[in-house]
């Protein structure tokens, strides 16, 4: 199968070499034809990985024409470039059947997921939905991880499953990519919140408590998504919010802990890439307080309608002790 990573980011390189590692050559879309030269060059991503030198199989290009022979396309970028660049520029070239399999990690404005978006703009194609409690560094040097495969069909299961024969990563599946979707999506918005309660220097008794209601919150707001909880059980749900929720190099944990120690961050700037603050507005327009209290209160949060005292005060239900805090 032809193979097209679009996007020389971090993920998107750590991917090719996973699918490189298996013998397979790979194409890598990068932004810029200053990074595919570079990459060629060198043998290395210097901006990302610059001591690893990269499997010759990794052919980098900035040309977008590679996109139209792909029989697999992953997409490795921002969310807001899916309908910018990649919408415009690649979609209309890409041939019907081809295997689209979207690693983004994000709310859509208009249709809530990605696999809502291209059932509707793009039903020729054949979308999937990789995600998993997965960092890029882990992946690039072969750490075991887990990830799930949303896909609709078996072909398209099964075809991803063979790009990475010789990865120590591990698949379960979903049938609903869309579910995939969502809750890789929702996990970026409780690790902001987990961020902001360890800028709190609360213990692990207080954390994980709080981890059990943001699972328990979670659960309640994909039902109100129209999207099946039991999502949570796979790769993709509980151990990708803990991932996320909890480790260092989180960026929407780190983004918290800003939050919670009152750094003022621009969310608004292009190179921003804390997702959970662009998706946090998009669940609280769709689920009510009643059902997602947490997600409405990070949003006022955000918007400067309530400080970090009275919101963590809620979630602990510390009443006027959280003034010792903040």
């Known amino acids: 199968m032809k193979t097209v990573v679009v996007g020389g980011g971090a993920f998107g390189t750590a991917i090719a070499e996973a699918i490189a590692r298996s013998g397979r050559p790979v194409k890598l879309l990068c932004r810029t034809q200053i990074q595919a030269s570079s990459i060629q060059t060198t043998g290395r991503n210097l901006t990302y990985f610059p001591t690893i030198v990269l499997s010759g199989l990794i052919e980098a290009t900035a040309d977008c024409g590679v996109c139209s022979g792909a029989d697999v396309l992953f997409l490795a970028f921002p969310a807001r470039e899916l309908t910018k660049s990649f919408q415009q520029r690649i979609m209309p070239i890409l041939r019907a059947g081809t295997i689209v399999v979207n690693?983004?990690?994000?709310?859509?404005?208009?249709?809530?997921?990605?696999?809502?978006?291209?059932?509707?703009?793009?039903?020729?194609l054949e979308y999937v939905s990789l995600k998993g409690p997965t960092f890029a560094r882990p992946v690039l040097l072969n750490e075991f991880g887990g990830m799930t495969i949303g896909a609709t069909s078996a072909h398209s299961d099964t075809s991803v499953r063979s790009l990475f024969s010789h990865s120590l990563l591990d698949f379960d599946s979903s049938s609903s990519p869309d579910a995939v979707d969502a809750v890789s999506a929702l996990k970026n918005i409780y690790a902001i919140l987990l961020g902001i309660f360890a800028s709190s220097n609360f213990g692990e008794n207080s954390t994980f408590g709080?981890?059990?209601?943001?699972?328990?919150?979670?659960?309640?707001?994909?039902?109100?998504?129209?999207?099946?909880p039991e999502i949570l059980d796979n790769y993709c749900g509980t151990g990708d919010i803990l991932l996320t929720g909890l480790c260092e190099t989180s960026r929407n944990r780190t983004f918290g802990i800003m939050l919670g120690k009152g750094v003022i961050v621009d969310s608004s700037c292009n190179n921003f890439l804390a997702e959970g603050a662009r998706s946090v507005s998009i669940v609280a327009g769709r689920v009510n307080p009643v059902v997602g209290p947490m997600v409405h209160d990070l949003k006022m949060l955000i918007d400067g309608d309530i400080t970090v005292g009275n919101m963590l005060s809620k979630f602990t239900g510390a009443g006027s002790s959280m003034a010792l805090i903040r």
Not at 103 to 124: M, Q, S, V, Y
Not at 210 to 228: F, G, P, Q, T
């Open 103 to 124: 690693l983004i990690k994000g709310f859509d404005e208009e249709f809530l997921t990605f696999a809502r978006r291209f059932a509707i703009i793009a039903p020729h």
């Open 210 to 228: 709080l981890m059990s209601k943001i699972l328990k919150e979670a659960r309640n707001v994909l039902i109100a998504l129209d999207v099946s």
